[in-house]
């Protein structure tokens, strides 16, 4: 049987016409708006070293807050499934991308590092194991043509139940 298809639209709005358009690489801004009905609207711009808006998000950001969170969505659904309670989850996720001589570029290397805290009668070995799997179902993972690793930490909380 044939996989499902998904299909995902998002509109952009440029916003960074400051009334001469793109007359010149330094007269209009970066700034654009994406959209999806029914959301908030991100407000994104260019990374600044790209003449970008330093308070808005990045294309660039943007793309290491998907690996993270689509990486985040399966260990959780993967925990359930195993038994493994989770009780917190954060990531401090990074990249890298490298500029070539064209001006162009391409990201080499992203990081994962997510800090999963479990209940206490949780399987902590288990819970590190599924890192592997949660990666290797990930589907924007599956999908960039650079590495993405995962340096996770387990962190057993004290003993009491999940709904304390």
């Avoid at 997510?114 to 990666?135: E, F, G, N, Y």
Wanted: a negative charge; proline letters at 4%; charged letters at 25%.
């Amino acid at each position: 049987m044939a996989g499902r298809i998904h299909r995902y639209s998002v509109r952009l709005e440029w916003t960074g016409n400051r009334g001469e358009g793109t007359a010149s690489y330094r007269s209009y801004s970066r700034d654009h708006r994406l959209s999806v009905p029914g959301k908030p609207a991100i407000e994104a711009s260019a990374d600044p070293a790209f003449r970008g808006d330093v308070a808005r998000w990045n294309p660039e950001e943007m793309l290491i807050a998907s690996l993270s969170a689509c990486h985040q969505l399966w260990y959780l659904h993967l925990a359930a499934e195993a038994g493994v309670v989770v009780m917190a989850y954060e990531d401090a996720a990074e990249g890298e991308m490298r500029e070539s001589e064209d001006g162009g570029g391409a990201f080499e290397r992203v990081v994962l590092r997510p800090r999963v805290t479990i209940w206490a009668k949780s399987d902590a070995a288990k819970a590190q194991a599924l890192h592997h799997d949660a990666h290797a179902r990930c589907f924007i993972a599956r999908s960039v043509n650079f590495d993405v690793a995962c340096e996770a930490e387990i962190v057993v909380a004290a003993p009491q139940s999940p709904s304390s």
